[in-house]
């Protein structure tokens, strides 16, 4: 049991260091070797944990929209949670996790997919569809409840989530706002944009 949680502790740790340097260098300018001494590991070690540099960007990529879309995945489904309160859910879920403790991958996400091969592309690409729809059901049941004007969800919802995305450019633990005030400035400038 011992050995299984240091296993996954070392693991977790090569996606930690790998997405910083993804993202300080680059994922093209990043090696392997990079990444190994980042960890304190031998090279050679890393190849315990992952076949190779892609086989990393993708477990990052996936873990992080996982985390977006599973918490959030019932509001789709449940009609009787109100359209502004499950907005207000999904911005949360979204913002918190954009700018909290895995918050290093900064805009990886972006740059990450077209180094993924089309297989690995595709099942990223199906969670953030599934992100998307979830939005677009939410603010669908918005505007037929009356409580949003009449608007393009789908542009709605990639709106939404391009604001919180670049958040993390300028965002600082240490700056002026936390991230509380961040959830309820995109929510209440989401709700303004979205009102009658």
């Not at 450019?169 to 989401?190: A, Q, R």
Request: aromatic content about 10%; hydrophobic content about 40%; glycine content about 6%.
């Amino acid at each position: 049991m011992e050995r299984k949680r240091i296993r996954k502790s070392q693991q977790e740790k090569i996606l930690v260091e790998s997405s910083k340097l993804f993202w300080e260098k680059g994922y093209a300018e990043t090696s392997m070797k990079d990444i190994a001494n980042a960890c304190g590991f031998r090279p050679a070690n890393i190849y315990n944990f992952f076949k190779n540099k892609e086989s990393i960007l993708f477990e990052i990529l996936l873990e992080e929209m996982t985390d977006i879309v599973a918490p959030i995945r019932h509001l789709k489904d449940d009609a009787s949670i109100s359209p502004d309160r499950g907005l207000y859910l999904m911005i949360e879920n979204h913002v918190r996790l954009t700018l909290g403790e895995k918050s290093s991958s900064k805009l990886l996400f972006d740059v990450g997919l077209k180094n993924l091969s089309p297989a690995n592309r595709k099942q990223i690409i199906k969670l953030r569809d599934d992100y998307d729809s979830i939005g677009e059901t939410i603010i669908r049941r918005g505007i037929e409840s009356g409580m949003f004007a009449d608007i393009d969800e789908k542009i709605a919802v990639f709106s939404i989530a391009s604001i919180i995305a670049r958040s993390r450019i300028w965002y600082s633990s240490k700056g002026k706002y936390t991230i509380d005030d961040i959830v309820e400035f995109v929510y209440n400038f989401t709700m303004r944009g979205l009102g009658k």
